[in-house]
């Protein structure tokens, strides 16, 4: 299920989430939707939208009265880090029977495929587990722009919640794709910034999974004259990068 809020900073929208929805702010995934500088006419904000998964919770409707609401979210929607538990690394074999279920699933998919490789656990959290894949055939799991290596994370938490860990969210990396792709994105909205500056314009970026655009919503927003705003539907949607006043 999916919500929008409204702060003042991103941390005052979360916190709003996370008090209306009467949940941790581990409990759910943030996709930052637009953000708002302060200026002399216009109060700064930034809007979010929150993914629920598959958490059973209570909150209020208009007129203060409780009713309860499971969620229906759609797993293909990527999830997004809102803090939690510390990771734990270093203990790549599967120490329980969920683990072990994951990793033999994974395996199996990669083979099947026809690029086979060794599966191991990457790290844990409290609602993440993160799961590696050593292959010679890493560049074609990954895919263009991380698109392969997105589809088989899609089909381990769809596995995952077959299980009965909805709790859970699986990630899924090779050749350290994701923290590669993180400080790429991280350049070009530097380098994106710089040019909205100087042509007073704006620039709209290619199609982004959630997690990536969040990246680029974060990575500008204490940058006091350049505003971000995510347009279009569906899981891929793209960030417009602009300068401060333009809309």
């Keep these: 299920m999916e919500f929008e809020f ?24 943030v996709e930052i939707l637009e953000t708002q500088k302060n200026g002399l006419f216009k109060k700064g904000f930034v809007r979010i939208r929150v993914h ?3 958490t059973t919770f209570q909150r ?9 609401s499971k969620s229906g979210a759609d797993d293909a929607e990527a999830r997004q880090r809102t803090g939690g538990s510390k ?3 270093g203990e790549p074999v599967p120490q329980n029977e969920f683990e072990e279920k994951m990793s033999e699933f994974t395996t199996g998919i990669i083979e099947r495929m026809g690029y086979p490789g060794k599966v191991t656990i990457l790290f844990r ?22 698109k392969n290596l ?10 995952a919640g077959r299980l009965g860990r909805d709790d859970i ?17 991280v350049r070009l909205a530097y380098n994106v910034a710089e040019k909205v500056r100087e042509s007073r314009d704006s620039i709209l970026l290619e199609p982004m999974n959630p997690f990536d655009r969040w990246l680029i919503h974060t990575t500008l927003n204490d940058i006091n004259d350049v505003e971000t705003k995510s347009e279009g539907d569906g899981l891929y949607k793209q960030v417009r990068v602009f300068y401060r006043g333009l809309k």
Excluded at 9 to 20: R, V, Y
Excluded at 60 to 68: C, E, L, S
Excluded at 128 to 138: A, M
């Design 6 to 29: 409204e702060g003042r900073t991103e941390k005052e929208a979360i916190e709003n989430a996370a008090k209306e929805l009467g949940l941790e702010k581990d409990d759910f995934d």
């Design 52 to 54: 629920t998964g598959n």
């Design 60 to 68: 209020n409707d208009a007129q203060g009265n409780d009713f309860n």
């Design 87 to 89: 990771a734990i690394f």
């Design 125 to 146: 959290e409290k609602h993440k587990l993160g799961i590696k894949i050593d292959s010679e055939h890493s560049s074609i799991l990954i895919g263009k722009k991380g």
């Design 150 to 159: 997105d589809a088989l994370q899609l089909l381990l938490n769809i596995y």
């Design 169 to 185: 969210r699986v990630i899924l990396d090779t050749e350290n794709y994701r923290i590669r792709r993180e400080e790429s994105l």
